[in-house]
């Protein structure tokens, strides 16, 4: 399922370092605009404890995580909607992505040139956030032109798309992203198949200096919240400094260093986790002797389409699915104990597929 987050922000504020901690892909980092240029990609594993957890109970020949994909897009500037600094290019990148990760700069550092010259998460947010949407009201302005003849003609398509469309222009007027706007289900279709830039979800990213990520929140990261709880975001907060020398380090390393700095767990964990959670995004299993793995499914699914996931034979020749939740399989031990106490069910093509189910599809092709 290639579902992609990109990785945005204003040059400088820490996102090639961020994404070189996600996936050790080496983008070029320099303290500079335009240093990445072209959009780099990146597969990245979700942590998901629940795995490991199967594979110490089945025991079997691998293990394989389910996965997840990053594209670091270069840093935006004032004017991109009009083409300012690579902005065309960038904002056809931002077209491509599902969702969007808006890394802001929330720590001071005289060494580090910031591009409006002072550090303002708020502002910084503001000015992508325009840009975007900008880019948006030429869309919009497009095809408003073209259906609004028809819809005063009383054509009932274009008066639906016409009084749709005027809903979401009216919040680029007052500079709104198209995701703020209260749009009944018609309206909503309508509105998708404009793909606009701000009508994917956000999820910000602030990152602060090793000492603040240490101290909790600082006054950058309270605004950043508060600007956040007005769109109903999500605000992960990591030290991209810290996460890239994390990267570096193995298993015992990285633990050792985290109980050191007194963490919990790696924020690229949590930012992972949260990107794959935007899109709607969960986790079932399939557990064997030869192989533990995670797949990744989106919320709503049913079983034949999630058994598809797997191969189209699975979906096209579906008979049922045993299903048995991570946590009655653990709780039982393995899988003949869970079958004992009733915990394995067998559901057919109507089942909705739960996070964390662990499945075995039978088929017939």
């Known amino acids: 399922m290639a579902l992609t987050t990109g990785i945005v922000g204003l040059p400088n504020v820490g996102k090639s370092t961020l994404f070189n901690a996600i996936t050790q892909a080496g983008a070029e980092s320099a303290n500079y605009p335009f240093c990445t240029i072209d959009p780099n990609v990146g597969i990245v594993e979700v942590p998901d404890h629940r795995l490991q957890r199967l594979t110490e109970l089945v025991q079997p020949k691998k293990t394989v995580p389910t996965a997840f994909e990053f594209t670091d897009i270069a840093g935006i500037v004032k004017g991109a909607s009009k083409g300012e600094g690579l902005g065309n290019k960038f904002l056809s990148h931002i077209r491509q992505v599902d969702a969007i990760s808006h890394v802001v700069r929330c720590f001071e550092d005289e060494n580090i040139t910031h591009v409006a010259g002072k550090v303002d998460p708020i502002d910084d947010i503001q000015t992508i956030n325009l840009e975007l949407v900008l880019a948006d009201m030429e869309t919009v302005d497009k095809r408003i032109s073209r259906v609004e003849k028809l819809a005063k003609q009383k054509d009932k398509e274009a008066l639906s798309e016409y009084e ?85 380090l193995d298993g015992e390393e990285k633990a050792s260093f985290l109980e050191e700095l007194g963490i919990e767990e790696p924020g690229l964990d949590q930012l992972i986790r949260a990107a794959y959670n935007l899109l709607g995004l969960a986790t079932y299993f399939t557990a064997g002797v030869q192989e533990v793995r995670a797949w990744t499914f989106r919320q ?17 020749g579906f008979i049922r699915a045993e299903v048995v939740s991570y946590d009655d399989l653990v709780e039982a031990g393995n899988m003949g104990t869970a079958r004992e106490k009733g915990k394995v069910r067998l559901e057919g093509k109507e089942y909705i597929v739960k996070d964390g189910d662990v499945i075995h599809f039978r088929f017939n092709v």
């Open 164 to 248: 749709a469309l005027k809903k979401v222009k009216e919040a680029f007027e007052n500079e709104k992203p198209a995701r703020s706007v209260e749009l009944t289900e018609e309206e909503l279709k309508i509105v998708q198949g404009l793909h606009l830039l701000t009508m994917k979800p956000v999820l910000y990213v602030a990152n602060v200096s090793e000492e603040d990520i240490l101290e909790g929140d600082n006054e950058y990261v309270q605004k950043v919240r508060a600007f956040a709880a007005e769109e109903n975001a999500e605000v992960i907060v990591i030290c991209a400094k810290i996460e890239s020398e994390l990267a570096e």
């Open 300 to 316: 709503g699914m049913k079983a034949p389409q999630a058994a598809g996931i797997i191969h189209t034979d699975f979906e096209r």
